[in-house]
Every structure is written in C-alpha cells, then in structure tokens.
C-alpha cells in the first residue's frame, strides 16, 4: 500500500514569501501519477500540478512542481493572498488506486 | 464546459443508506472515469472507488468493500454512489470527479470536480 506523508503539516509565511511542501511516499511513484490539488474552505479542491510538473491550463507559472521516485515538492514562489489554502498530493496507479498525502495548510504569519 | 453537478444535502440515520448522484456534462460520459472521494469534517481526502461510465466496471476501496455500490446511467449522463449501513463517521462531503480518457489513453489526475455533497448521519 502506497502511503504519502506530506511536510509540514502547516507552513505559517507572509505574502511575496516562498512556500516549499513535501510529498513523501512509502514506496516509489511513478511522476506520470502525482498530481497537486488546492482547497480552500467550502470549496471543491482544484487541480494545480499533473505528472509532477506540468500544470493545467490557467495555473499561474508561481506554481511549480518537481521531484520523483518517493519524494516530490510543490513549490510557490511567491505567494498571493488566494494561495493561502490547504494543498494535497495524490497518486495514482498503486496499491490503493489512488490515495491522497494529509495535506499541508499554508496560513498568512 | 465540463461540469459535474451533485445532488443535494442529505440527512441521515444511522444504519440508513445514502444515495449521492454527479450529473456530467460538457465532454462524452463515456469516455473517463468517474470517481467517488470523501472528506470528513476538517478531516483530508479519502478515495473511495470508480467506474467507468463505459462498461459499468467498478473498483472499490479496501476500506468500503461491502458498504458501497458505484453506478451509472449513461442515457442521462449521471454517475451514483450509494453507501449503506451508514454510521456517523460517515457524516462528510462527498465528492464525485473526473480523470480523462482520450482513446486508449488515460490520465491519472482529477481535473475536474462536483461542487460536493453534504451527508450528515446522526439519530
């Protein structure tokens, strides 16, 4: 069973800061399989990063993704206020079929 | 535009059934996999299964083997998730979302998602 471990559980930065979060998983992953997710309260998640690192149509470019085999990272390079929100990694393709990371919520200081 | 869009809120008792439906449309219901993930109150993500709109062919969760039946109409273009013997720690927002297919290739990432549904249980 594939298990993600995301770090830290929360990340306390200022607007115009670097956010860096980790995705960890218990056994390696295939980049084609990870992807990034944004929640914020109330709302559905929304997709930010596929295959590790690209990002979908209409994702701003602060939004970067890296990594591979068990450890990935999303990076956002500057942050806006609408990017303070919960994020989540998921995989795809192992035992379960998909699982989700326990996400990172990263607050205004 | 792609949309899913979920049916309403819904109260139950424990040991009920609940019946959650995503209406799609915007893209061919039969060519991706609709999946069924759920969220605990102020709790994380939990995949809970799929089916392909196609052939009806489902793949379930470990944790919800038994409890939950995953169907579809595809002549209305309307995926279902039905969870029986419901206890409160089933009280959460059910999610219904998309990975793409194109031919014979699949995505594995949700690129979009229903608006959620709240199933609260509770005597």
């Known amino acids: 069973e594939v298990v993600l471990t995301q770090s830290p559980g929360t990340l306390s930065l200022s607007p115009g800061e670097r956010a860096t979060l980790s995705c960890r998983a218990s056994?390696?992953?295939?980049?084609?399989?990870l992807a990034w997710y944004q929640q914020k309260a109330g709302q559905a998640p929304r997709l930010l990063i596929y295959?590790?690192?690209s990002r979908p149509a209409g994702i701003p470019d602060r939004f970067r993704g890296s990594g591979s085999g068990r450890d990935f990272t999303l990076t956002i390079s500057r942050l806006e206020p609408e990017d303070f929100a919960v994020y989540y990694c998921?995989?795809?393709?192992?035992?379960?079929?998909?699982?989700f990371g326990g996400g990172t919520k990263v607050e205004i200081k | 535009q792609v949309q899913l869009v979920q049916s309403g809120a819904e109260a139950k008792k424990p040991g009920a059934s609940m019946k959650v439906s995503c209406k799609a449309s915007?893209?061919?219901?039969?060519?991706?996999?609709i999946h069924w993930v759920r969220q605990a109150p102020g709790q994380g993500l939990e995949w809970m299964g799929r089916?392909?709109?196609?052939?009806?062919?489902?793949n379930y969760a470990q944790n919800f083997q038994g409890r939950v039946t995953m169907t579809r109409d595809a002549s209305i273009t309307t995926a279902y998730v039905e969870l029986n013997r419901l206890r409160s720690d089933d009280t959460a927002v059910y999610y219904c979302?998309?990975?793409?297919?194109?031919?014979?290739?699949?995505?594995?990432?949700?690129?979009?998602w229903g608006q959620g549904t709240l199933v609260t249980v509770s005597s």
């Open positions: 979302a998309r990975t793409y297919c194109s031919g014979d290739s699949c995505f594995f990432h949700f690129d979009y």
């Open positions: 295959g590790a690192s």
């Open positions: 056994q390696s992953v295939s980049s084609s399989y």
């Open positions: 915007g893209y061919t219901f039969t060519d991706s996999y």
């Open positions: 998921q995989q795809y393709g192992s035992s379960p079929l998909v699982s």
């Open positions: 089916i392909n709109p196609s052939s009806g062919d489902t």
